[in-house]
């Protein structure tokens, strides 16, 4: 009779102890985001109160109730006012973490702004929820908007237009900044952008009129008896209290800020005092940084390049390194690195680590992964064809294969950036040999030769460029190898024959490019290695242009789609063999 293992405590230990997948995705940033959806939702309530302010007053006081319902209801309560304290927490915090603010121009105004508005809105808050808590005092809008439009002078009134808009823009970046990265976001946006203006213009402009209604009604002595009275406002001595409360949380606050930016400060001399680490980058370039930065700030502080689509939040992988020595001497990953890593497959990796989060306290030397693209791509005689013009030019299409499996493994920053990389291989290649890439239709590109040659020179350049590409896109496979799944392909499909060439489109959306015959050709025959499983098919006809001997490459009669007669092209298993057919040309002659 089969008997089971028993497991033994220690797994069971392990097992109870492991978190979820899930968890280690969640960080400091999760949350503050959580707690900033929360806060937000708070405040698209409130403006939608005030919209109904362009209703009636009834329409204004019927919609604060049913607000006081749903926000002060206890287990929502708690949630507002955890999310308030720990994002505030949280934004002092990212005040004291972040060493420098010149990435992005969105990240220091979102800090500022959020910041700020403790300071702007702590008296209303106080007035409005502790006098209610702790007096019973019944304050709603005909009291509030009394307050900011009767009997304080008409700055209250621009202060909480101020406070209203700073917390509104605040929000709106926040949102910007975790959508922007989601597939929908660009479908959504117009949308997006229209609610994110009429919203506040609504809220404003009911607030404005609720104001008019009660300085207008306020001249009424039965109305003062109904809306002034100690039961809605409380009596002076609770006015002091208040006051004094306002006036402790707001030496509190300035507090806290004196406080985090006194620690960033001894931060520094701290780390000064302590240490500096020699970072060397791509083996080229060394910097030496006080310890306690990361790879991506030591990098940034020195103006070197480095790729990170995200700006620094762990929320892609295009800043990682490969660490090149010991990987035991780093700091281990924090659970956020961790989670990015595995879901890229490379957590079993030491060597490989995220530029944002890595902070060395040992000299390092480390290879990016993805270094940033630094390619401008030549725009030679573009311009300065006619509209219409005739010419004997070469058309090249090169296309990247499986793309959109890649894209189905990673993260959509990888995928762009490996598609990049992709592109930027193959357009060095085509700038070398005389060539100019045209047009880019996703992870594709047209290349034209040409414009400022003989035929016979461009067909030549266009078959050495064809060998530049396959070298090229083997080293870039050399250099991803630890990266990818299985090495990058691609197929290359080259023909030439006279073409129109001139700037097409409308309006500020002219782009220069070539219509013809032989542009549809060579779309076809890059199509065409796919089922032929080769890397480049290049027409009978260009090979004969370029002075190729007959007998250099192999030759296939293929049906070609959208042509009546069949065409001989010569099928090329390796793009790089090509060189060796020049360079047996060049003996020849």
């Not at 808050?125 to 439009?149: A, E, S």
């Not at 607030?207 to 002076?236: D, I, K």
């Not at 060394?286 to 990361?294: A, N």
């Not at 409308?506 to 032929?532: C, E, I, P, W």
Request: aromatic share 8%.
């Amino acid at each position: 009779m089969a008997t089971r293992a028993k497991p033994n405590k220690k797994q069971n230990a392990s097992a109870r102890g492991k978190k979820p997948a899930w968890l280690g995705g969640i960080g400091l940033r999760q949350v503050r985001m959580f707690c900033g959806l929360v806060l937000f939702t708070y405040l698209l309530s409130h403006f939608l109160n005030h919209a109904l302010g362009n209703i009636s007053p009834e329409a204004l006081h019927a919609g604060v109730l049913w607000h006081l319902e749903i926000w002060q209801f206890l287990p929502v309560a708690i949630l507002f006012y955890g999310s308030v304290t720990v994002h505030a927490g949280l934004g002092l915090w990212a005040l004291y973490q972040r060493r420098q603010f010149r990435w992005k121009t969105l990240e220091p105004l979102q800090l500022v702004l959020g910041l700020s508005v403790p300071l702007m809105i702590y008296s209303h808050v106080i007035v409005m929820r502790l006098g209610n808590v702790l007096y019973d005092q019944d304050r709603l809008y005909p009291q509030v908007l009394y307050n900011y439009f009767v009997a304080s002078p008409s700055y209250r009134a621009w202060l909480m237009v101020a406070v209203m808009l700073i917390a509104w823009t605040h929000g709106c970046i926040g949102l910007y900044v975790w959508l922007r990265i989601k597939p929908a976001f660009r479908r959504a946006m117009p949308w997006l952008l229209a609610a994110a203006v009429l919203i506040p213009t609504l809220a404003l402009l009911g607030f404005y009129q609720g104001g008019r209604t009660v300085a207008r009604e306020a001249a009424s002595p039965q109305w003062q008896a109904n809306n002034l009275a100690p039961a809605n406002l409380g009596t002076p001595e609770q006015q002091q209290t208040l006051e004094a409360i306002g006036n402790g949380f707001l030496i509190f606050y300035l507090g806290l800020i004196a406080l985090a930016l006194i620690a960033r400060a001894v931060r520094a001399i701290i780390e000064r005092r302590g240490g500096m680490v020699r970072l060397t980058y791509d083996g080229e370039r060394s910097i030496r940084v006080p310890k306690g930065l990361t790879v991506l700030e030591a990098t940034q502080r020195h103006n070197i390049p480095h790729a990170s689509a995200c700006g620094g939040r762990a929320r892609c992988s295009t800043c990682r390194i490969r660490v090149l020595g010991d990987p035991a001497t780093l700091p281990p990953p924090s659970p956020r690195e961790a989670f990015v890593l595995a879901s890229i497959g490379t957590g079993d990796d030491p060597s490989i680590r995220l530029a944002c989060q890595l902070k060395p306290t040992q000299d390092l030397t480390f290879l990016p992964v993805f270094p940033p693209r630094n390619v401008a791509a030549a725009r030679k005689a573009a311009r300065a064809a006619r509209i219409g013009e005739e010419r004997y030019l070469v058309s090249m299409f090169v296309d990247m294969r499986g793309s959109t499996k890649l894209a189905e493994s990673r993260l959509p920053f990888d995928t762009v950036f490996i598609v990049n990389r992709f592109l930027g291989a193959v357009s060095r290649s085509v700038i070398a040999c005389g060539g100019q890439p045209n047009q880019f239709v996703g992870d594709g590109m047209l290349a034209l030769f040409g414009l400022a040659e003989t035929p016979r020179e461009a067909c030549r350049n266009a078959v050495r460029a064809a060998a530049a590409i396959g070298a090229a896109i083997d080293e870039l496979n050399n250099f991803l190898g630890h990266d990818l799944p299985e090495p990058i392909r691609f197929g290359i499909g080259i023909h030439s024959g006279e073409v129109v060439v001139g700037e097409i489109g409308y309006r500020d959306h002219m782009v220069f490019t070539a219509l013809g015959d032989s542009v549809n050709v060579a779309s076809r025959l890059q199509d065409m290695t796919k089922s032929l499983g080769c890397e480049t098919l290049l027409s009978d006809e260009l090979r004969a242009t370029a002075g190729l001997s007959e007998q250099a490459l192999p030759t296939l009669e293929l049906e070609i789609r959208g042509r009546t007669e069949p065409m001989l092209v010569c099928v090329v298993e390796r793009a790089g063999d090509l060189v060796a057919v020049l360079n047996e040309d060049l003996v020849l002659a």
